[in-house]
């Protein structure tokens, strides 16, 4: 199973709600990523968590607030959004990096669009 | 820092034709480099890789040569199918392996 899950597809929230973006991997990768795409740009790093644990935050705004439950798992916390925060969100995984970067797999998306 | 420099799109093709998408980049050290594919509606696959100099990465007919002299991966295709139209993305892994530095993305369109 070389997949990654995203749920949900799709996602339309307004400036006070509370949602969540979720990632699913079984590919044994202990490095799980998110990144930020906005229209006609390239991803964006938001995340890195590896082992479980943190490693780099991109300076993200604190209504974003990400989650690592288990080796399998990624949540994306979203809390009092703005408009120009809707996007393409990204997850992706991969092992952890030995010699040179690993491949890392990404995720179908969830689009995201406040109002 | 590092970053990838791609050529602007969108390039436009006719079916069979040769492609070439230009991409360099500036970096310390000896990085990984890459590039994906992002088709309408969905998120980045992995075309191809390259890990060190003179390498050459190649898949489904796409093929790129890391050339550390000219700081250059573009990526090229014989013969082009409307189903490759789609985005293409040239990366670069930094030295820990656990960041990639996109370029701008190059949108190729292929017409019957």
């Known amino acids: 199973d070389t997949e990654v899950t995203q749920t949900p597809k799709h996602l339309v929230m307004g400036m006070t709600n509370k949602k969540s973006l979720k990632c699913e991997q079984h590919?044994?990768?202990?490095?799980m990523y998110w990144y930020k795409q906005k229209a006609k740009k390239p991803p964006e790093l938001m995340f890195v968590?590896?082992?479980?644990?943190?490693?780099i935050n991109e300076s993200v705004p604190s209504r974003f607030s990400p989650e690592c439950p288990n080796s399998s798992l990624l949540n994306l916390h979203l809390h009092a959004l703005q408009p120009e925060d809707s996007a393409l969100y990204l997850c992706?995984?991969?092992?952890?990096?030995?010699?040179?970067?690993?491949?890392?797999?990404f995720g179908p998306g969830t689009r995201l669009t406040v109002t | 820092g590092n970053s990838v420099t791609q050529m602007e799109g969108p390039v436009t093709l006719s079916e069979e034709a040769f492609l070439t998408i230009n991409c360099t980049y500036t970096?310390?050290?000896?990085?990984?480099l890459f590039w994906y594919v992002q088709y309408p509606g969905e998120g980045l696959q992995l075309l191809l890789k390259?890990?060190?100099?003179?390498d050459k990465g190649s898949n489904k007919g796409f093929e790129a040569t890391y050339r550390k002299e000219t700081t250059s991966f573009h990526l090229e295709k014989g013969s082009v199918q409307v189903s490759d139209s789609a985005v293409y993305f040239c990366?670069?892994?930094?030295?820990?392996?656990?960041?990639?530095?996109f370029g701008g993305g190059t949108r190729l369109m292929v017409k019957p």
């Open positions: 992706a995984s991969s092992q952890i990096a030995g010699t040179g970067s690993p491949k890392q797999y």
């Open positions: 590919m044994g990768h202990r490095a």
């Open positions: 968590y590896s082992y479980e644990k943190l490693s």
């Open positions: 970096a310390t050290g000896y990085p990984s």
């Open positions: 390259a890990t060190k100099a003179d």
């Open positions: 990366a670069l892994g930094n030295n820990a392996g656990n960041m990639l530095t």
